[in-house]
Every structure is written in C-alpha cells, then in structure tokens.
C-alpha cells in the first residue's frame, strides 16, 4: 500500500502555495504556526504488552510516518478500501524519543522565550492524546524539569539582579497595570508568603532527603543571542523587571485558581470575562509577584497539588484539565512600566476514547468536557485556516464556545505568537487516536498567525489605581474602563454611556447581527449535533466492536484455557500412567542371570519331563498329554508392538504380557511340579510291582529249575530203562537161538505172554527191575 503524501493529496497539506504565497505577501506580519512532535519513548511495561509495532516511523528531522498496526480502526478501513493504513506528516521540527528535555527546550522554546523577554507575547501548548508526555514536556519530573522551569530559569537568568522588588506595580486586566499603594503591597507579600509557606516545609523536607535541586542550565544568556540580551539590559539603564505569575486550569469547563489557598473542599471556580477591548480575561485571578527561581519553583508545586488529576486506565495520574502557567514581565523604568509582555504555557489535558480509558461517571464527564473543549479548538482552528486559505475573508470562529478558546483567541488574532508541542507516544493500542491527533495538527500547521509588526513599538501599558480607575499619565486620564464598570455579565463591557441615537443604532446593528449570528449558531450547533452524534454513533460502533472482539477474545482465552487444562490433565494422565508402568515394571524386574538360570531350570525340567514320558510309554502306561513349553509358546499370542502408538500403552502391554509369561510359567512350573510328583508316585509303583513280580519270576524261575531237574532224572531213569531194554532184547535174541521147539512154543504163547514171564521169574542180576512210572508234579 502507497503512502499517503499528504502534501501531494493536498490532505493534510502544511505548506500549501497559496497560503505561502500570502504569507510571503503580506509581509512579517504573518507566519504560519510553529508545530513540534514529540515522540516519548515506550516504557518498559508497553515494551513488554508488545506495544512496539513501528507505527511511528520518523524519517528525517521534519517527516513522520505513522503504520497502523494491525487490529486498529485505521487498518480495518483501509482493508475495507476506506483510507490508508500509511500517513505521512511533516512538522516545524520533530524531536525523537531520545531527545532531551534541554533539546527540547533549546529547539523548540528559546525562540519565543527570547521574544518574551524582548516585550512580545507568546503561548505555547502541548495537546496529544492521554499518557503521550504532555505533562512530562510541561513540567518534567524534579530530576528532568520540563520546559516550564526552564523558561523560568531563562528568565530569571536573564533578569540577574535588575529584579523590581517594590510588589506595588501589578498585571491589571489583559494588559494594564495597576498601581498598589503600601496596603495593598502589604496584602500582596502576605498573601505570597501564605503560599509559599505552605510548600515550605515540603520543600525542605525534600532538600534534606535528596540531592541539591538540578541545575537546569538553560544558559540563555550565553546563547547565540546573549549579546542581544546584554545589550538590552545595557540599553535598558535603570530599567527594572518584575515577574509576576498565575497558575489556573480548566476542569469541567471552569476556571480554577491553583495559586489559592483553598479553606474549604469546594473551591470557587473564576470567570472568564472581557477586558472592553475583546480580550479575555480570568477575573480575580491570583498573581503573585517571584523574585527567584526557587519561588517559582514552590509556586509551581503549590499549584501542582492543586491540580485535577485521577488515575486512568492509561496514565495513572493523568491530568483530567487544561493547566496554564502564565507570566507577565513588567519592564519598569522608576515608576513608569514601559512594557509588559505575558508568555503562556498550557498544559492540555488529554484527549481520549473514553472505552479505551475505561472512564465512568466523573471520568466520563471530564472525558466530555475535555473532548469538548478540544473538540472546539479544533474548530477555531479548522475555521482560522479555512477563513485564511479564502483569501482571509471574515470566517465566524467559534473562539466563544469554550473557556480555553476563549482565552487562546488573542494569540490567534494578533496578540503573539502561539506554537504547539504535540505530544505522542508509539503505542500500537492508541494508533487511531494518536492518527487523529495528527491529522488535528495538519490542520493547526495551516493557520497563519497575524504577528504584531516587530517595527512598531510595544503598546505601554494602561495604568489603573487601588480602586481600579485610570491614572494620570503625563496629564492625560487613560482610558480604560475599570473592573467595576465592566458588566457584570461574561464579555459584555459597559455601553451605557454613549448616545441614545448611537445606543439604538448600535441595538439595530446588533439585532441584526443577532439574528445572524443566530442562524449561524443554529446551523454551527446542527453540524456540532451532527459531528457529535456522528462521534457517539462512531463511539458506539467502536465500543460494540470492541465488546465483540473482547468477547470473542475472552471466548477464544477460556477455549485456550480448557484446551490447555485438558492437555494437563491428558499430561498427567500419562506420567501417572508411565509411573505405574515403572514401578510394575521395577516390582517385576528380574535380573538377566537370575531369568538365564529360571531358563536354564525350566529347559532341565522340560527335559526331565520328556525323559519320564518316555519312561512311561516305555513302561506302557496311558500318560496324558503334556503341554510342552515350546508348544505353549507358541500358542501364546504375542504382544504386537506394531499396534500400540505411544510409550505408556506398549509398557502396559509389555508389562501384561510379562506378568502373564510370568505367572503362566509359573503355573507352569507348579504344574510340572506336580507332575513329577506324580511321575515320581507312579515310578514308585511301578518299582514296588516289579520287585513284586521279580520275586515271583524268583519262585517260578527255582521251581522250573526244581521241574527241569525231576525232568533230568526221569530222563536219565528212562535211558536206563531203554538200556535196559535193549539188553533184554538181545538176551531174548540169543535164546530164541538156541531151542527151536522151547522157542516155538514160547513162541506160540505170544512176545507179550514171554515178557510177563522174564519180568516174573526172580531176576539173577541186577539187570532185573520193575518197570514203574514216575509220580507226576502236579504243580509247574
Ligand atoms: N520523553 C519522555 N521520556 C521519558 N518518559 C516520558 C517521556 N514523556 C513521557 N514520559 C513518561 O510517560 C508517562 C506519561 O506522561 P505524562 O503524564 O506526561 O502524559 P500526559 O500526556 O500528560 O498524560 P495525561 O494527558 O493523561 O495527563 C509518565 O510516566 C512520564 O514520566
């Protein structure tokens, strides 16, 4: 996205032609008014809420660029194609965050102190949004004062001992003075020394507890223009100088003096009114008459702690009013006051976006009135510009409209200088109203001041008396009305005096004038009404967004939350989960020698098992089948490490299958166990049945023997018999030889007649037995 060059738009052109070119015309008389920036460094806590997003870029001494951040208004228009998120602004000067208060002072100050001092008039101002540093500018800190002590210090440098000390020459009106006679002197040192008093004991308080005061150094009379300086004192011969100084601020749109011991909680707000001649002044203002640096400094302390000011959102003492410092510098020759010049420092309260400071009730209508009166300065300024850029046709600036303007409009019409220090900071949260800000001061750089023409001498002084009346000045009254004649009213003056005719000429003039201004208020006040409501309709907008995003974010930060609690608890979760699975996993720890050696156990009963199974088979027996360990194995199902995702879960798994392993082989163990006392039992019967039946194969075995032997002898018994036999056959061969007849009867009487015969003759040897057959055993 381009930047917007404003001076190329013409947008927020500063420097446009035709306003130099009437500048240039129109002599020393005019000049444009003098804005400095301002940038303040980021403090340490904006650091840290990443405040820092390079929305204030500066670019050269003069130039800056604003970035919107992300998230401003600014950078959703310009995504909605409404504006740019790029503005550029170029300045008189523009002082960075490391400048110095002393830089500040030298850069942007000295000038129109110099001016000051040389009897012209001059305001200076700090405006920018809350918490930007327009009081730190202003005021400093006691370490780091502010360019308001340095001025004081410039002056009362410049001053030396050539101060006035008779306190009866005192600032009357706008710019009169007035005549004290030795009462009213009296009541004037009495009435400082009641304020200073009061600071007093604070003051040394102070001193005894920390270091001597800085030196501010402001050094003014040796600048480049000392010599000036000097020579204007030498010039000035007997002149004298006397300062005087008020300090007020406008709180709810009334005017307070800071410099009054308040006796009661309610203070009693001052008017503004006009001095006859269109000047606006604060009646019974306080003025106090300073001698030296260290009574202004108390005065400005007393002033300080009289101030409004709260703790925002933003600034934790914020200054909820517009301050003013003002001094007159009386230059008095004897008795005679030759000039008088006033040089003003405002310290403006700060404009803000009342939801961004989170302000309510009292806040919130500070908040109004402050945005009001700014509102309204923004006007005269817009009006001052526009009038001047028609060619300096008569513009209606609504100067009137609020206490501030009202009391700004002589230095926009010719009373003196007027320079604006615009204070901003580089916060990201802030863009958009420090943009606004911005875009205010483009406008203010535009108007052209009517300077008084430096040739002419300053105007001297009117003099007043106690009571107020003019006083005699070589013979002649002045003319200037006292306080008393002034109506009672605001900004009306006394009239009464003049001529019936010129009286009704003047009602008719006026009537008119009236009724015009009337219409012109009417259709200011409708454009006011519109531009507000626009403002709160904006307002509204902007706070229901802000509601919304608030809302969103709060939802998304609660989301965030309950993410980030279910995480810790799923964490948790999981490390009691691990814990459990390390103290299981250390209960169940067993050493790699004693698990070898379990093994080594389980593999000899294994073997042990099989061996008695094949005993048992050997023996013949119907064994159940045993579940070998290998088998068992192998039906067991493994864990699958592949499945499980995460660590805790495998562990648990592992854990379970390893308290599993365990436990079966342990039952396994108890099982084998069993089984082997049951092998054992049955090895012993079978042990004892085979000693049994030993015995009895024993007993069979001898009676066999005892059988086998029976056997033998019958056998050896029947060999006999068979020899024997034999012999009787060959004895009967030899017979049956020798008689024929005897053999043939013998024959006839049969072999087994004959054999009965042999057998029952007595036998002659010992061949002769009896056939008889053995007793058989009855038992195998
Ligand atoms: N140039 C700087 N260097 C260091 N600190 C600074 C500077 N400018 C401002 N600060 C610090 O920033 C804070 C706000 O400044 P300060 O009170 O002056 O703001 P402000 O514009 O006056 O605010 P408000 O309008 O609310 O009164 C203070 O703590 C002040 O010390």
Redesign the pocket.
């Known amino acids: 996205m381009q930047p917007a060059d404003m001076d190329l738009t013409g947008e927020f052109s500063v420097f446009s032609p035709s306003l130099q070119q009437t500048v240039m015309t129109s002599g020393a008389g005019q000049q444009m008014m003098q804005i400095y920036l ?4 980021f ?1 340490k806590e904006e650091l840290s809420a990443n405040e820092d997003q390079d929305c204030v870029v500066i670019d050269d001494g003069q130039t800056v660029t604003l970035n919107a951040p992300k998230g401003s208004a600014t950078m959703k228009s310009s995504e909605k194609g409404i504006g740019l998120s790029i503005h550029k602004f170029s300045f008189s000067k523009v002082f960075g ?1 490391q ?1 110095t ?1 002393d830089e ?1 002072f030298r850069g942007a100050v000295r000038t129109q102190v110099f001016d000051f001092l040389e009897g012209e008039n001059a305001l200076i101002f ?1 405006y ?12 400093g ?1 006691p370490k ?1 004062p502010g360019i308001l002590p340095r001025v004081l210090d410039a002056v009362f440098s410049y001053i030396g001992g050539l101060q006035y000390h008779g306190m009866d020459l005192k600032p009357y009106l706008m710019n009169g003075i007035q005549f004290l006679d030795a009462e009213q002197v009296k009541q004037e040192r009495t009435a400082k020394m009641t304020v200073l008093a009061s600071v007093k004991e604070e003051c040394d308080h102070q001193r005894l507890s920390s270091s001597p005061e800085p030196s501010i150094s402001s050094d003014i009379t040796l600048s480049s223009s000392s010599s000036s300086s000097s020579n204007n004192l030498a010039e000035a011969g007997g002149d004298q100088f006397a300062l005087w100084v008020a300090f007020f601020e406008i709180y709810n749109e009334c005017v307070y003096d800071l410099l009054q011991p308040s006796q009661s909680k309610k203070r009693s707000s001052l008017r503004v009114c006009d001095d006859g001649a269109g000047n606006a002044y604060v009646k019974d203002l306080k003025w106090i008459n300073i001698q030296n640096l260290s009574e202004a400094n108390k005065l400005l302390q007393f002033g300080n702690k009289n101030r409004s ?1 709260a703790a ?1 959102k ?7 009013s517009h301050s003013i410092f003002t001094m007159k510098l009386l230059k008095i020759d004897g008795q005679t006051v030759e000039r008088i010049s006033e040089f003003s420092l405002c ?6 976006r009342c939801n961004k ?1 989170k302000t309510f009730g009292e806040r919130l209508k500070e908040a109004g009135n402050i945005n009001n009166s700014l509102l309204i300065l923004g006007k005269c300024i817009s009006a001052l510009r526009s009038g001047q850029a028609d060619g300096m046709k008569a513009t209606y600036v609504p100067f009137r409209e609020s206490k501030l303007t009202k009391l700004f409009q002589a230095f926009f019409c010719g009373k003196g200088r007027a320079a604006m220090i615009v ?1 901003i ?1 580089q916060c990201a949260s802030t863009y958009d109203e420090t943009l606004h800000i911005m875009k205010f001061t483009a406008v203010a750089k535009q108007v052209v001041q009517v300077i008084p023409n430096e040739s002419a001498a300053p105007s001297v002084p009117c003099l007043v008396g106690r009571d107020g009346k003019p006083l005699m000045r070589n013979g002649i009254l002045e003319g200037y009305p006292s306080e008393d004649e002034l109506f009672e009213e605001e900004d009306d003056v006394d009239m009464s005096l003049l001529p019936q005719n010129d009286l009704l000429n003047i009602i008719e003039n006026l009537r008119t004038k009236f009724l015009a201004e009337r219409k012109k208020n009417l259709v200011q006040e409708m454009e006011i009404r519109k531009e507000m409501g626009d403002a709160m309709l904006q307002q509204l907008l902007e706070s229901e967004e802000l509601r919304i995003r608030q809302a969103e974010e709060l939802k998304e930060s609660y989301a965030e939350k309950l993410e980030n609690t279910f995480e810790m608890y799923k964490d948790a979760i999981k490390e009691h989960a691990y814990q459990c699975a390390m103290s299981n996993l250390e209960d169940n720890y067993v050493p790699l020698v004693a698990f070898t050696a379990e093994q080594e156990k389980a593999e000899a009963l294994k073997r042990k098992v099989s061996e008695l199974e094949d005993l048992l088979s050997s023996i013949g027996r119907g064994v159940s089948p045993v579940l070998r360990v290998d088998q068992w194995c192998q039906t067991e199902p493994l864990p699958d490490a592949g499945e499980t995702d995460d660590r805790i879960k495998q562990l648990c798994q592992e854990n379970g299958v390893l308290e599993k392993m365990c436990e079966d082989n342990k039952q396994f163990i108890l099982y084998l166990e069993k089984r082997l006392v049951d092998l054992s039992q049955t090895l012993q019967h079978v042990r004892d049945d085979f000693l049994e039946k030993s015995d009895d194969a024993e007993a069979l075995r001898k009676t066999v023997d005892q059988q086998s032997k029976s056997m033998e002898e019958v056998l050896c018994q029947n060999a006999e018999k068979d020899e024997e036999i034999a012999s009787l056959k060959a004895e009967i061969e030899k017979l049956s030889q020798k008689s024929p007849v005897q053999l043939k009867t013998r024959t006839r009487k049969g072999l087994l007649a004959n054999i009965k015969d042999v057998v029952s003759s007595p036998r002659r040897g010992p061949s002769s037995h009896s056939l008889v057959k053995p007793p058989r055993t009855a038992k195998y």
């Open positions: 301002r940038v303040r460094p403090s965050p400048t208060q500040l700090s920018g949004v809350t918490n930007a540093g327009k009081t730190f500018t202003i005021q800190t780091d000011a925002t933003i600034n934790q003492s914020s200054s909820r310290d403006l309260a700060g404009s803000e400071a204070n900071n």
